[in-house]
């Protein structure tokens, strides 16, 4: 069975602490693809990151970094120094065939 | 590139009247374009996948009948959710998938549309 399984629900820190979303994901293709979302009030999708299973390479961009192990499979979304404008619900994904299967999301508060 | 739009962004109509909400892909043709319904504070939940020129697949358990979708063009899909009630409102959001681009599922995403119904 494919599934991606976001366990915080909510996360809530204060501004400029380090913040990480975890996310699990279940599948038992060789070939997949990760991806995160960001989801701001708007409700405006915004595509963060796509990884695929053959690259477990952890990225670095800016403030966001991604952690990616196949032995736990696990793609963990990290973000330095937040910032109030992080403040959205950001939620993983899994690239399964045809369709994407996500996660439930997690809700991240900044507070200045 | 990949710009994907929806129209209305939102919308509130009274209780039994049919809303149509479009889907365009602006810059690339979309072989396959899908809906997704999002409740508050829940995750995206597919709908039904649509294909150019033949009807759609739909998701268990949603309603062929009310969600209509129709794929008349490359660049357009629309539904139209038909005899609206309130448990109808939600967040509907559509994503494009670039026609030719077979190594992965990539999709790009709409705005969204915000449904009412009264």
């Known amino acids: 069975a494919q599934k991606v399984t976001q366990a915080q629900t909510e996360i809530s820190v204060v501004e400029k602490e380090d913040v990480t979303l975890d996310c699990v994901y279940e599948?038992?293709?060789?070939?997949?693809?990760l991806f995160w979302y960001k989801q701001p009030p708007s409700g405006e999708l915004v595509f963060l990151i796509r990884r695929n299973s053959f690259d477990e390479q952890n990225e670095i961009s800016g403030r966001y970094s991604w952690n990616f192990q196949k032995s736990t499979s696990s793609f963990n979304f990290t973000i330095t120094a937040s910032q109030v404008v992080d403040s959205a619900v950001y939620f993983c994904?899994?690239?399964?065939?045809?369709?994407?299967?996500w996660g439930a999301g997690t809700k991240l508060i900044i507070k200045p | 590139g990949a710009v994907v739009s929806q129209h209305p962004s939102r919308v509130i109509c009274k209780s039994g009247t049919s809303v149509k909400i479009e889907c365009r892909s602006l810059d690339f043709q979309a072989t396959t374009m899908f809906w997704y319904r999002q409740f508050p504070k829940q995750s995206l939940m597919l709908m039904a996948t649509s294909n150019e020129g033949s009807k759609a697949t739909y998701e268990q358990g949603v309603e062929k009948d009310k969600f209509l979708i129709n794929h008349a063009s490359l660049t357009l899909s629309t539904l139209t959710v038909t005899s609206a009630h309130p448990e109808d409102s939600s967040f509907y959001i559509c994503?494009?998938?670039?026609?030719?681009?077979?190594?992965?599922?990539?999709?790009?995403f709409g705005p969204g549309t915000r449904l009412t119904v009264l």
């Open positions: 994503s494009a998938k670039v026609r030719g681009r077979s190594s992965y599922n990539e999709q790009f």
């Open positions: 599948t038992r293709d060789t070939t997949y693809y």
């Open positions: 994904a899994l690239n399964s065939n045809y369709q994407l299967i």
